[in-house]
């Protein structure tokens, strides 16, 4: 956000907050760019055939305890959540073309 507000010739001093800067560029959050990601490598891996390798990876269950402290994320639990905030499901994975549509981010 600094490069975009140095490239628009204001700096913090001017207060002008990150939203204003986003929408006058038309740049999309970052975070919104992030999920994108996360379900399209979602979607690829959902049109897979079951026996290959990385879906052979999706039901293996990994022994021994995990690090003290917050427990994190694990990848199936934010991509649920990121299905559950998009309201869509794994069956939409099979239309390319429509899976593609449905997570593309709008840019402002």
């Known amino acids: 956000m600094d490069m975009l507000k140095w490239m628009c010739g204001n700096t913090m001093m001017d207060r002008i907050r990150n939203q204003e800067f986003r929408e006058k560029l038309g740049i999309a959050p970052l975070s919104a760019k992030m999920r994108k990601n996360r379900l399209r490598w979602f979607g690829h891996v959902q049109r897979k055939i079951h026996n290959t390798p990385i879906r052979r990876i999706e039901r293996i269950i990994v022994e021994g305890k995990r690090s003290r402290?917050?427990?994190?994320r694990t990848w199936e639990e934010q991509i649920k959540s990121d299905l559950y905030e998009l309201h869509l499901s794994k069956d939409v994975t099979r239309d390319?073309?429509?899976?593609?549509?449905?997570?593309?981010?709008?840019?402002?």
């Open 69 to 72: 402290g917050r427990v994190r």
């Open 96 to 108: 390319r073309g429509n899976w593609r549509r449905l997570i593309h981010v709008l840019d402002y």
